[in-house]
T-cell receptor, first 111, second 114 residues
């Protein structure tokens, strides 16, 4: 089957660093995406990894290990506005291109 | 401005009525998708379309129908056969066939069935 696992909820303090993990088991792999979603709004694209390693984009970084079926999103210098859900999604290629989403990790940033 | 629009943002319907949710994009994307999101859950794929006049069922297609007569438009009809239609519905689009295929989402429609 196809499965993506993320922690349900995390809490961190403003200014700190937080790492959100994602593990996946999918048939076919064509990239892993991280999206940010504020309550009641649409997801917005944060990062994309298709090769192993770290991709850095300002305060956000994303890591991928294809052999382990594992990714993480690293958020540095946390701000209150980073309080949101973070969705991990895998683009699979079993016949057609299709996205499989995790349930999301709800991050609360405390002052 | 390029983007994806969904209308309306909030929709109320009586039980037993069919309702159609609109999704339009001017990004010239080939592929379009409909997802449903319930509280505390991830996005679940309802239907997707990779090209005009063609679409495939996703994981939870029962009780829903779609059409793709134009590249820009992918309306979703929630029929009376859908047992639990109250949810947040998201439409997305992407350039088809690219390995760096990023989905762009519309603002969503929150459907409440009374």
């Amino acid at each position: 089957g196809q499965n993506i696992d993320q922690p349900t909820e995390m809490t961190a303090t403003e200014g700190a660093i937080v790492q959100i993990n994602c593990t996946y088991q999918t048939s076919g792999f064509n990239g892993l995406f991280w999206y940010q979603q504020h309550a009641g709004e649409a997801p917005t694209f944060l990062s994309y990894n298709v090769l192993d390693g770290l991709e850095e984009k300002g305060r956000f970084s994303s890591f991928l290990s294809r052999s382990k079926g594992y990714s993480y999103l690293l958020l540095k210098e946390l701000q209150m506005k980073d309080s949101a859900s973070y969705l991990c999604a895998v683009l699979t290629t079993s016949g057609t291109y299709k996205y499989i989403f995790g349930t999301g990790t709800r991050l609360k940033v405390l002052a | 401005d390029g983007g994806i629009t969904q209308s309306p943002k909030y929709l109320f319907r009586k039980e037993g009525q069919n309702v159609t949710l609109s999704c339009e994009q001017n990004l010239n994307h080939d592929a379009m998708y409909w997802y449903r999101q319930d509280p505390g859950q991830g996005l679940r794929l309802i239907y997707y379309s990779q090209i005009v006049n063609d679409f495939q069922k996703g994981d939870i297609a029962e009780g829903y129908s779609v059409s793709r007569e134009k590249k820009e438009s992918f309306p979703l009809t929630v029929t009376s056969a859908q047992k639990n239609p109250t949810a947040f519905y998201l439409c997305a689009s992407s350039i088809q066939g690219s390995s760096t295929d990023t989905q762009y989402f519309g603002p969503g429609t929150r459907l409440t069935v009374l």
